[in-house]
């Protein structure tokens, strides 16, 4: 492995860019490149061969690029697909489900946690499982919030409707009286007020993709594979799509915290 390869991000679409921002302000140096597959998202409600089919082809895509290390940033990838694609490949690559499920494991004191996430997350089980397989004692409450996603892209969470649908999504957390909830899909820590709202402040939110961008730099540093131990400067970063839909820089910025420069599009499908 070359310690000055850049590290390789991907997800269904946008919503990996919270991933990324985490990245930029952990590992500054490092060279990032990030493909989102804007044009076939969103993956949540597809099956389980056709998420593994696109993850292979994301991945497959990140290492013409001669990646050090692969993130997968979307939940429905890390659930579905990555266990039973990554032996395909010779790199590191971390998916967002360990690194949630363990803090979650442990955060909670009462040892009941929720989880939510896209229906094929959910579905998937893979937060459950790995949460248990940390400790058989804890119990998970799952539930999938297909409409967050579509919340989230259409700006909408100003809006009575948004508070209105969490809610409702919500109830069974209340009820079960978690204390520590998982935002297992990538849009949703952009929905964390409305959820901690509803929650209440007793209840800690657990970011997967801010636990994973710690892992992917712990992971680096482990192996003493982080770019500044040769070269101090700031790193660089490049944007690749396989669409660029009407209103796609509005929606980037918002998850990235800023404008994209300059983006390419890729046919993702030739991978
Ligand atoms: N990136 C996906 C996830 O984290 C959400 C959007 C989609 O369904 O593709 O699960």
């Known amino acids: 492995m070359n310690i000055n390869s850049p590290i390789g991000i991907f997800d269904s679409g946008v919503g990996g860019l919270t991933v990324a921002r985490e990245l930029f302000s952990l590992l500054p140096s490092e060279d990032i490149i990030y493909f989102g597959d804007v044009g076939r998202t969103p993956y949540g409600g597809r099956s389980e061969n056709i ?5 292979r082809q994301d991945i497959s895509f990140l290492m013409e690029k001669k990646v050090k290390l692969i993130i997968c940033a979307c939940n429905t990838s890390s659930a579905v697909a990555i266990e039973d694609v990554k032996d395909r490949f010779d790199v590191e690559i971390i998916g967002v489900i360990k690194p949630g499920a363990t803090v979650a494991a442990d955060k909670t004191k009462n040892g ?27 119990n998970v409450i799952s539930h999938p919030c297909p409409l967050f996603v579509p919340l989230v892209e259409e700006n909408y ?50 970011d997967s993709g801010e636990e994973t961008a710690k892992a992917a730099q712990h992971y680096l540093y482990s192996i003493t594979a982080v770019k500044e131990f040769v070269e101090k400067s700031k790193g660089e970063r490049k944007f690749y799509v396989s669409d660029v839909p ?26």
Do not use: W
């Open 112 to 138: 009941m946690i929720g989880v939510i996430g896209t229906r094929a997350t959910i579905n998937s089980d893979a937060y459950a499982k790995t949460i248990k397989r940390i400790d058989p004692k804890l």
């Open 246 to 271: 009407h209103q796609f820089s509005g929606i980037a910025s918002r998850f990235l915290g800023h404008n994209i420069d300059s983006i390419e599009q890729v046919d993702i499908t030739k991978y």
């Open 51 to 55: 998420i593994k089919q696109f993850t």
């Open 157 to 206: 969470l100003e809006n009575e409707a948004a508070k209105i649908i969490a809610g409702n999504y919500l109830q069974v957390m209340k009820d079960a009286g978690i204390d520590t909830l998982v935002l297992g899909c990538t849009h949703y820590p952009l929905m964390k007020d409305i959820i901690s709202q509803i929650m209440g402040d007793s209840v800690r939110l657990i």
